[in-house]
């Protein structure tokens, strides 16, 4: 099975701080992961596929880049609405797995 | 737009069994692949099972496999999950999610909650 190691496990940042997530492959998954974004209580959003690609309706202050093992999920001016926990999640074959998640908060 | 919504979580004894459903609506069911993901209360999402569009193939996470079984009526568009076997450790919240076509899970349930509790 693939393995995702997500990092950090939580982060605390301020309003308009840029933030970097990164996720790390077990082995090459080549561009397939995606990242999520769960608000308490509500279920997971897409923010982005395939590596880099934004999910239409997401805001443009959300990227992500990378591919083969390394991969990395930005927010590039952190807003009060961003305080949620973020997945990433790959598709290269089964079972499926996601990264243990990174819980942002506010400083 | 998009819809799922989930039913069938409740309180069961472990050893037991459990039929989970959702329902979907906004798009074309019969063309679309979907998912089974669960989230343990605190913990991060586990995948749990895959169908795909046409119901001719299923797989399954390994802490499910041989227990759980994901099946599809495309006449209803509801999915399913039967959930045989259940251990207090499969104690989650329970999503389905709509595949995009190459594992993306693009819409997601509300969620149903199934605890497994003596």
């Known amino acids: 099975d693939i393995q995702m190691t997500q990092s950090p496990s939580s982060l605390s940042a301020s309003v308009g701080d840029r933030v970097t997530i990164t996720c790390q492959a077990s082995?090459?998954?080549?561009?397939?992961l995606n990242w999520y974004q769960q608000k308490p209580g509500k279920a997971p959003k897409l923010l982005i596929y395939d590596a880099s690609n934004l999910e239409t309706g997401v805001p443009s202050r959300f990227s992500g880049g990378g591919s083969g093992t390394d991969f990395t999920f930005t927010i590039s001016s952190l807003q009060p609405e961003d305080i949620a926990t973020y997945y990433c999640q790959h598709y290269d074959g089964f079972p499926i797995t996601f990264g243990r998640g990174t819980r942002l908060e506010i400083k | 737009q998009v819809q799922l919504v989930e039913s069938g979580g409740s309180v069961v004894q472990p050893g037991r069994s459990l039929r989970l459903s959702c329902a979907a609506s906004g798009f074309i069911f019969s063309s679309y692949g979907m998912h089974w993901v669960r989230q343990a209360p605190g913990k991060g999402l586990e995948w749990v099972a895959v169908?795909?569009?046409?119901?001719?193939?299923?797989d399954y996470g390994d802490s499910v496999k041989g227990r759980f079984t994901i099946s599809r009526d495309n006449s209803k568009n509801t999915v399913y999950l039967e959930m045989n076997s259940l251990r207090v450790e499969d104690t989650a919240v329970y999503y389905c999610a709509k595949d995009r076509g190459t594992h993306i899970f693009d819409y997601w349930g509300q969620g149903t909650l199934v605890t497994v509790s003596s």
């Open positions: 082995q090459d998954i080549s561009k397939y």
């Open positions: 169908i795909w569009y046409d119901g001719s193939d299923q």
